[in-house]
RNA sequence: GGCUCGAUGGCAGAGUGGUGAUGCAGGGGACUGCAAAUCCCCGUACGUCGGUUCAAUUCCGGCUCGAGCCUCCA
């Protein structure tokens, strides 16, 4: 398998440390608002990562955090007049109900920040001890001076880094690059006590803590946003390598590229943010998810109407190919070789889809059973990888759009199909073509097969 | 200003130093009462200017344009 390294910019082969447990932590949301799509690109991208290694290693511990200690969420808690508590709690059910709706499975472990202060104040400890951090004021920074590898993630001298800086510098900081671990809470912010006085963590911290924490002091992966590259990923690594006496913090560092709205960033300042399930009541999940993998995970996304659509109509000709192939038992046939050679090499979605509508070509040519049966597996376990295909072809036909949309209910459809099959019968095409096209006025596309009509929801 | 990454046909989007993936859309045909679905066939592409090469969309350089980071951000 071959993984882009963002550390050394170029594709590698990929070998677990230990191939017995494969170690993977992604970046997971600040819990205070609604996801938006872009949110849903990592999730959705390194789940296929996690799906892909799982059939290759026995065992993949996938971590996951939710960051549930952020100065958003006290400012959201703040306008409500409630406990932190309340916000993070309500915007970690909706994440994980968007992310079901998207056929994202739940990551091995999912920590949350609020469990693991003391194990976060351990570290700030420790790299206090090992001269990387110092306290000041109230804070404590780590300072960049001390590890002479900050810069190499993501490519930056950190003396140009300076001359463009566009923030004020703390007067406490020895570097103007160091960065906040500990910071104080006035009695009135969300604080916990530590060594330092009564505070909070630093963003960087959290993922270094926790990562340790579950994974241990070197892990193979770490993915997340390519905007986390700097300074979160740059950060997290100078302190875990400082912490854990110079070994290496994370082995293959991969980035998704960012969905652009239009061919602009999605921002709430730009006015373009779409949210995960506005997108949902009007596009069946599955969509969205194959839409998000339409292309390569390191290229940026546009994210359109089109593209949506494109998606479903995607969906359509392979669950088309399934529900043709009819009855036929499965067999225990594998996904093609040539499609987990395109996933193993980089993830490469676009290179497997094609397999896969190669292989429902080959399904709607088919004549054998025994083939049929074969394809019919090998289609349904190569959708598995990519967490596709795993409905009924009738349910995916017969789903409404999404959430909100409405049409016709499945006994006015079976009614008016039965009239058309009468109408039908008696030879009357001129009144079996006016409920086909009264059908489809209301969204229903009726055709004809050989096994009688059947229906779909547009 | 510094850094990173891109530029492929009507659209989306892989890939490759020499036979133009894949899906949608379009044209033709088969099938169908007519459609739809399906199958077969077809068309149009590699930003620009140079260089290397027998041969470049594919390698190298300049330019132009685009996205992202340098501040919270997936």
């Known amino acids: 398998m071959q993984l882009h390294n963002t550390l050394s910019g170029r594709k590698e082969d990929f070998a677990p440390l230990n191939p017995e447990r494969v170690t993977m932590y992604v970046c997971g949301p600040t819990v205070y608002s609604f996801a938006h799509i872009g949110n849903a690109r990592p999730a959705v991208v390194f789940d296929v990562l996690a799906r892909v290694l799982r059939r290759r290693y026995p065992r993949v511990d996938y971590t996951r955090n939710i960051t549930d200690i952020d100065d958003k969420i006290n400012t959201a808690a703040a306008k409500e007049g409630v406990a932190i508590k309340v916000i993070t709690e309500r915007y970690t059910d909706i994440y994980h109900e968007d992310l079901d709706a998207l056929g994202v499975a739940r990551p091995t472990y999912e920590p949350k920040v609020t469990e693991h202060l003391a194990h976060i104040i351990s570290m700030v400890e420790r790299l206090i001890a090992v001269g990387a951090a110092y306290a000041a004021e109230g804070h404590v920074l780590f300072n960049v001076t001390s590890y002479a590898g900050y810069g190499e993630l993501s490519k930056r001298d950190r003396r140009e880094m300076i001359a463009g800086a566009r923030v004020e510098v703390a007067p406490y900081k020895k570097d103007p690059g160091d960065f906040v671990l500990w910071k104080p809470s006035t009695p009135d912010q969300p604080g916990w006590e530590s060594p330092w006085g009564r505070g909070r963590p630093g963003w960087h911290i959290e993922c270094s803590a926790m990562a340790e924490a579950l994974l241990g002091d070197t892990i193979d992966i770490h993915g997340g946003g390519h905007d986390l590259v700097f300074p979160h990923h740059e950060n997290e690594r100078a302190q875990s390598t400082a912490a854990h006496d110079g070994k290496t913090f994370a082995r293959y560092w991969l980035h998704n590229g960012f969905l652009t709205m239009d061919s602009e960033k999605m921002s709430k300042s730009v006015g373009n943010v779409l949210l995960i399930r506005e997108i949902l009541k009007a596009a069946p999940g599955e969509a969205v998810r194959l839409a998000l993998l339409t292309g390569h995970y390191r290229q940026p996304l546009d994210w359109n109407d ?10 359509d000709r392979l669950y088309g190919a399934l529900r043709d192939a009819g009855d036929v038992a499965a067999s225990d046939a594998k996904a093609p070789d040539a499609f987990i050679a395109a996933l193993e090499d980089d993830i490469n979605t676009p290179a497997a889809l094609a397999e896969l509508f190669e292989l429902a070509r080959a399904l709607n040519k088919a ?14 376990d190569a959708g598995a990888l990519l967490g596709l ?12 759009s999404g959430t909100a949309s409405e049409g016709p209910s499945e006994a006015e459809i079976e009614a008016a199909l039965a009239a058309r099959i009468a109408a039908k019968t008696a030879k009357d095409y001129k009144e079996a073509d006016r409920i ?3 059908l489809k006025a209301r969204g229903v596309l009726v055709e004809d097969s050989k096994d009688g009509q059947r229906w779909r929801r547009l």
């Open 389 to 400: 295909l795993q409905q009924n072809p009738g349910e995916w036909f017969s789903q409404s």
């Open 367 to 380: 004549s054998d059973a025994a083939e049929k049966a074969a394809l019919v597996a090998q289609i349904k």
């Open 436 to 438: 086909r096209d009264d």
């Open 306 to 315: 089109e593209a949506l659509a494109d998606a479903r109509r995607k969906l």
